[in-house]
């Protein structure tokens, strides 16, 4: 839809609706901002009404010409989405790729679908036999070949009803880098005796020709309080006593200003002196109370525990799940038993055969602490040695971190919105649109949030915004990928009724021809002729006088006609009718 003005410009639906396939408003630490399709204005208030600008005005008065198009459709397909899974985004390990294909017609189609790797043609699907307004997925399977941020897009081969939709695009960062701190008590002149080395070997695997998802750091607890901690995502705390009243605190800030804290239990970590810690913390550094320490024994009735339970509702377990043998061959001999029900928010991940939890999270404010109750060493568990434990730690620190396959996708016409928390004076943003022109623009402080916020309204082009804090303390590029609207495929059209009262009080006009506009754009500039109402007038009461005058005139009786002469009576009577 676009509204009129001096070039009476008209806009065209294939639905029959007002939207086009950019038009639809949807929308990143990056944010997308969701919006459902407009309701139906209220009525202003007279105070409010008069408080209108005489711009919003004169807006109102430019109408909208609405074209049906649903005249006669074509057969159209379109990519409707893409869903992108990876066990972590690591360069050389296996990606899927899930496109879904959508028939909008009403009779069974047969098609292509490829992949496209920066530019570059990946694979080709088989045919696809899609039923009529049926869906079918096809996924691929793929691996970049180098670290970074990579554009993607899944294309249908061939011509349709609609060009539009036959691509969906999407974005996918490998090799991030991202900044992870391992703190333990002391490191040792044999690296095999430090309590973190299985952590620091699942963390950073060595990989042939280098390159790593994850960029670790050795620190010692008393690194916490002097340690730029904001410059890690993720802090993985490794059998620490319990800390000083000035780590604690320097600690308890990083969580509640986004950090996330992980405590992996072992002979240094006692009960008591961590729920003291806790408590003088304002309960903001572990995501229970600890209750106390099990050893596997005689006494317990069993030589170990073993892991019972995963919940695959958290994304970084999902995978794990399967086959049950990857992780009931956990073998554990100590832990400590936590009290997930006396923290409000707990949430259990991982439980052995007794019940009692192992695995423990918590969201604290902008942050989140999670509590491994067994050792990542052999004398508590096999944890370390079984084929879990790398995928574990490195699903649950991309988790944390937010960097799980680091994609960001929204709808055409929706902002893109950046957040920078930590900056409290503007700073410039470098956009570049699938168009290829460098915007740079401000930041800008908004109401009730926190530091600085970047908005960009101009997305109405499908393709990828690469945008870059030119300034501050974050710099990192940051891909959109823009896609239209996937409802914009189905074929519904929406009357005219409903559509006029989406508009509120914007005149709406529908065009008469859609074959031929000059009409509907020559009444709007001229108004409407009042001739052919007038001529109609006139014709219904000349038809309807000369209709009233046979009726009413009487007919001549037949002494009348016996005074007219014999051979003249045949044309009386034809004359008196």
Same mark, same amino acid.
């Given at each position: 839809?676009?509204?009129?003005?001096?070039?009476?410009?008209?806009?065209?639906?294939?639905?029959?609706?007002?939207?086009?396939?950019?038009?639809?408003?949807?929308?990143?630490?990056?944010?997308?901002?969701?919006?459902?399709?407009?309701?139906?204005?209220?009525?202003?208030?007279?105070?409010?009404?008069?408080? /209108?600008?005489?711009?919003?005005?004169?807006?109102?008065?430019?109408?909208?010409?609405?074209?049906?198009?649903?005249?006669?459709?074509?057969?159209?397909?379109?990519?409707?989405?893409?869903?992108?899974?990876?066990?972590?985004?690591?360069?050389?390990?296996?990606? =899927?790729?899930?496109?879904?294909?959508?028939?909008?017609?009403?009779?069974?189609?047969?098609?292509?679908?490829?992949?496209?790797?920066?530019e570059a043609e990946e694979a080709t699907s088989p045919v696809l036999n899609i039923p009529p307004q049926g869906r079918v997925t096809h996924t691929f399977m793929f691996s970049f070949k180098r670290g970074g941020l990579h554009r993607g897009e899944v294309r249908l081969v061939g011509d349709d009803g609609s060009k539009f939709d036959d691509r969906r695009f999407f974005t996918m960062e490998v090799d991030q880098g991202i900044p992870v701190a391992v703190v333990s008590t002391q490191r040792h002149e044999i690296r095999y005796l430090?309590?973190?080395?299985?952590?620091?070997?699942?963390l950073s695997p060595a990989r042939a020709g280098g390159g790593w998802a994850l960029r670790v750091t050795t620190l010692t607890a008393k690194d916490l309080v002097g340690e730029p901690l904001n410059a890690y995502a993720v802090l993985y705390c490794v059998n620490l006593p319990a800390l000083d009243a000035d780590a604690a605190e320097r600690l308890r800030q990083y969580i509640e200003n986004g950090?996330?804290?992980?405590?992996?239990?072992?002979?240094?970590?006692?009960?008591?002196?961590?729920?003291?810690?806790?408590?003088?913390?304002k309960m903001g550094l572990l995501p229970a109370p600890l209750l106390d320490l099990r050893?596997?024994?005689?006494?317990?009735?069993?030589?170990?525990?073993?892991?019972?339970?995963?919940?695959?509702?958290?994304?970084?377990?999902?995978?794990?799940?399967?086959?049950?043998s990857l992780y009931q061959s956990v073998l554990v001999y100590k832990y400590v038993r936590t009290d997930p029900k006396a923290a409000p928010g707990a949430w259990v991940l991982a439980r052995l055969d007794d019940g009692e939890p192992l695995l423990v999270t918590r969201k604290i404010q902008r942050g989140s602490v999670t509590l491994l109750g067994t050792s990542c060493h052999v004398g508590w568990t096999n944890l370390p040695r079984r084929p879990i434990f790398l995928p574990l730690l490195a699903r649950l620190t991309f988790d944390l971190?937010?960097?799980?396959? %680091?994609?960001?996708?929204?709808?055409?016409?929706?902002?893109?919105?950046?957040?920078?928390?930590? /900056?409290?004076?503007?700073?410039?943003?470098?956009?570049?649109?699938?168009?290829?022109t460098q915007n740079r623009?401000?930041?800008?402080?908004?109401?009730?949030?926190?530091?600085?916020?970047?908005?960009?309204?101009?997305?109405?082009?499908?393709?990828?915004?690469?945008?870059?804090?030119?300034e501050?303390?974050?710099?990192?590029?940051?891909?959109?990928?823009?896609?239209?609207?996937?409802?914009? %495929?189905?074929?519904?059209?929406?009357?005219?009724?409903?559509? =006029?009262?989406?508009?509120?009080?914007?005149?709406?006009?529908?065009a008469e021809n859609p074959e031929d506009l000059t009409a509907t754009l020559k009444s709007i500039r001229e108004g409407k002729s009042l001739w052919t109402l007038f001529l109609s007038l006139v014709l219904t009461v000349l038809v309807f006088e000369v209709f009233l005058s046979n009726r009413l005139t009487p007919e001549p009786d037949e002494d009348e006609l016996s005074r007219v002469p014999p051979g003249l009576r045949r044309l009386a009577k034809k004359g008196a009718a």
């Open positions: 839809v676009a509204r009129t003005e001096s070039s009476m410009g008209v806009a065209e639906a294939s639905d029959g609706s007002s939207t086009t396939p950019f038009a639809k408003p949807q929308g990143a630490t990056p944010s997308t901002e969701a919006d459902s399709p407009p309701s139906p204005p209220a009525p202003l208030p007279e105070q409010e009404q008069g408080d /209108e600008s005489e711009a919003e005005r004169q807006g109102r008065k430019i109408p909208v010409i609405v074209v049906d198009c649903h005249r006669n459709p074509q057969p159209n397909c379109a990519v409707q989405g893409i869903d992108l899974e990876a066990a972590v985004p690591v360069a050389g390990l296996p990606v =899927k790729a899930a496109a879904e294909v959508y028939n909008a017609s009403s009779v069974a189609q047969q098609r292509l679908v490829k992949l496209l790797l920066d430090n309590d973190t080395f299985y952590v620091e070997q699942a950090g996330h804290v992980v405590w992996i239990c072992g002979d240094n970590v006692q009960p008591d002196a961590y729920n003291q810690m806790n408590q003088q913390a050893t596997a024994g005689a006494e317990q009735g069993k030589d170990a525990w073993n892991v019972a339970f995963l919940d695959k509702k958290h994304k970084a377990l999902m995978s794990l799940v399967e086959p049950p971190a937010g960097a799980e396959q %680091a994609y960001h996708t929204t709808l055409a016409g929706s902002p893109l919105v950046l957040n920078f928390e930590e /900056e409290v004076r503007p700073i410039t943003v470098e956009v570049i649109p699938p168009s290829g623009l401000p930041t800008h402080g908004e109401e009730n949030q926190k530091g600085q916020v970047f908005r960009y309204d101009d997305t109405h082009d499908v393709g990828f915004y690469l945008l870059r804090p030119l501050g303390t974050k710099t990192k590029q940051i891909a959109f990928s823009v896609n239209v609207d996937p409802d914009e %495929a189905i074929p519904t059209k929406i009357e005219q009724e409903d559509l =006029k009262e989406r508009f509120g009080r914007t005149e709406v006009v529908f």
